[in-house]
C-alpha cells in the first residue's frame, strides 16, 4: 500500500483511535505456490496491551494448513470510504471538469505472526476475551473447558492469536489540496448525504485541523 506523507497518521494514537472502532476485517494468507493469496473476512478483537488480536474460525476452514505453512500473514481493515467526483476536487483557477476523481478512506493493515491455539482451555480464554470485547454488558455464558453450554463445541474451532509485528495505516482525505478544495468537499459531502458521506466529512475535517459541526 502507497501511503504520501500527506495521508499518513500524525501519530500512532490516530490509527489506534480508529481502530479501536473497528472490529472487523480481512485476513490475507499466503496461498499456496502459484495459487492467489486467500482471503477471510472475519471480526476480531484488537488488544493494544498485548499488541495481538485474536478471533477463531471453523476447524474444517481451508486457511489452516495455509497458515501453518506460512504464519506470516496480514490483517485488513478499511472504512470511511468514499467516492469523490472530479469536479469536487478542481482548484479554485482550474476548471471544474478538469478536477480528478478520487476515493477517500481510513485503512489500517496490521503485519502479524498467526498463532494457532488448539488448547481447550486456551481456547476458551480465547473465545471469552473475544465475547468480552463484543458484549462488554454480558448476557452470554463463559466458555469453559468441558463445561456446558459451549464446552463441546469448541472442538469444531481453532482458536487464532495474530502477534502484531508491523502497522502501516493510512487517512486518504485530500491531504494535498488546497483548504478551498477541501472546504467544498466538505460541503458537497453534507449535501450528498450518502453511505459513509457523513463519516468521510468528519475525518476531512478532522485532518484538516478543523472540528466537525453539523452542516
Known amino acids: 500500500m502507497l501511503v504520501h506523507p500527506w495521508d499518513a497518521p500524525r501519530e500512532d494514537a490516530e490509527w489506534q483511535h480508529w481502530l479501536a ?23 476480531f478483537a484488537y488488544d493494544s496491551a498485548r499488541g495481538e488480536a485474536v478471533t477463531h474460525l471453523a476447524r ?21 470510504y468514499v467516492y469523490v467526483p472530479g469536479p469536487w476536487q478542481a482548484e479554485p483557477a482550474v476548471p471544474s471538469e ?20 488448539d488448547d481447550p482451555q486456551e481456547k476458551a480464554d480465547l473465545l471469552n476475551r473475544q465475547v468480552g470485547h463484543f458484549q462488554p454488558e454480558g ?4 466458555a469453559a473447558a ?13 482458536g487464532l492469536r495474530l502477534e502484531v509485528t508491523g502497522v502501516r495505516a493510512k487517512f486518504k482525505y485530500a491531504g494535498k489540496r488546497s483548504g478551498d478544495v477541501r472546504d467544498r468537499i466538505a460541503d458537497r459531502l453534507a449535501e450528498r448525504a450518502g453511505p459513509r458521506d457523513a463519516a468521510a466529512r468528519e475525518q476531512l475535517l478532522r485532518r484538516s485541523g478543523t472540528d466537525a459541526v453539523t452542516p
Open 21 to 43: 472502532g473497528h472490529d472487523f476485517g480481512q485476513l490475507a494468507v499466503n496461498g499456496p505456490s502459484g495459487e492467489p493469496p486467500l482471503v477471510q473476512p472475519l471480526h
Open 60 to 80: 474444517p476452514n481451508p486457511l489452516w494448513p495455509a497458515l501453518e505453512a506460512a504464519p506470516q500473514v496480514l490483517l485488513s481493515v478499511v472504512d470511511d
Open 98 to 117: 478538469h478536477g480528478v476523481p478520487t476515493s477517500f478512506y481510513a485503512t489500517v493493515q496490521l503485519r502479524c505472526t498467526a498463532h494457532v491455539v
Open 139 to 142: 448476557g452470554s455464558a463463559r
Open 146 to 158: 468441558g463445561e456446558a453450554p459451549y464446552g463441546r463445541l469448541l472442538s469444531g474451532i481453532r
